[in-house]
């Protein structure tokens, strides 16, 4: 069955710290990957996606993902934490029908 | 380019009344989804359209639920009547679907939602 984990519920990290979101998925295809993000009462904004090419891919507000086949894993990365950044993280999946597969959602929090 | 449009942004209303959810995707999409948010149970799809033809409404909880695409740039989500349960926010988005060689694939952006609480 296709599915995406987010094992972490949630995490929180000291501003500037550095920050990993960790996130496995199932899909029998070729999978395109997403990572969105939603603040408190906003919808979801597309940080960065992985469809094919190099597999480590930048995205918006300094946050990188690096796409690995063999660990079935798309782990979302920022060297330096800033407290906007605080937020709900969501990774997900998609193939070539067009529906979007999410996770559960990681919810950060960053420590002054 | 504006985004998705939603409207309401925020609906009060009480048990038993019919509530009905907008949304104007942007121009050019050919798809389009409707997502309830809770914290229960997270991000649920509950229906899509390609060309305004719905293609999976697995998704919709019960009948009380209806989504409709009238054409390309209106769809709305119906509940009726409305319960407690129902509760939630609702997010629109859409996706324009792009081809490279035998490859397709769709990045979906999202409208504010609509916080609908039912009482």
């Known amino acids: 069955a296709q599915s995406v984990t987010q094992p972490d519920i949630h995490i929180t990290v000291s501003e500037g710290a550095s920050l990993e979101l960790r996130c496995n998925y199932s899909?029998?295809?070729?999978?395109?990957l997403f990572w969105y993000v939603q603040s408190p009462g906003q919808g979801l904004q597309l940080l960065l996606k992985?469809?094919?090419?190099?597999?480590l891919v930048q995205g918006i507000k300094g946050f990188e993902a690096e796409f690995k086949r063999s660990q079935s894993s798309f782990n979302l990365r920022k060297p330096s934490v800033h407290w906007s950044d605080a937020a709900e993280y969501f990774c997900a999946v998609t193939g070539n029908t067009g529906k979007l597969i999410f996770g559960q959602g990681t919810t950060l929090q960053v420590k002054p | 380019d504006a985004g998705v449009i939603q409207s309401p942004r925020h609906e009060v209303t009480e048990m038993g009344q019919e509530v009905t959810l907008r949304c104007k995707p942007i121009s050019g999409h050919d798809y389009l989804f409707w997502y309830r948010q809770t914290m229960m149970r997270g991000l649920e799809l509950l229906i899509y359209f390609n060309n305004n033809v719905p293609i999976d409404d697995s998704g919709m909880p019960e009948d009380r639920f209806s989504a409709k695409m009238p054409n390309a740039s209106f769809s709305t989500l119906k509940i009726q009547p409305s319960e407690p349960r129902d509760s939630a926010v609702y997010f629109c988005a859409s996706s324009q679907t792009w081809a490279s060689g035998s490859i397709s694939y769709n990045e979906q952006f999202f409208g504010p939602g609509t916080r609908l609480t039912v009482l």
């Open positions: 899909y029998g295809a070729t999978p395109y």
């Open positions: 992985y469809f094919s090419g190099d597999t």
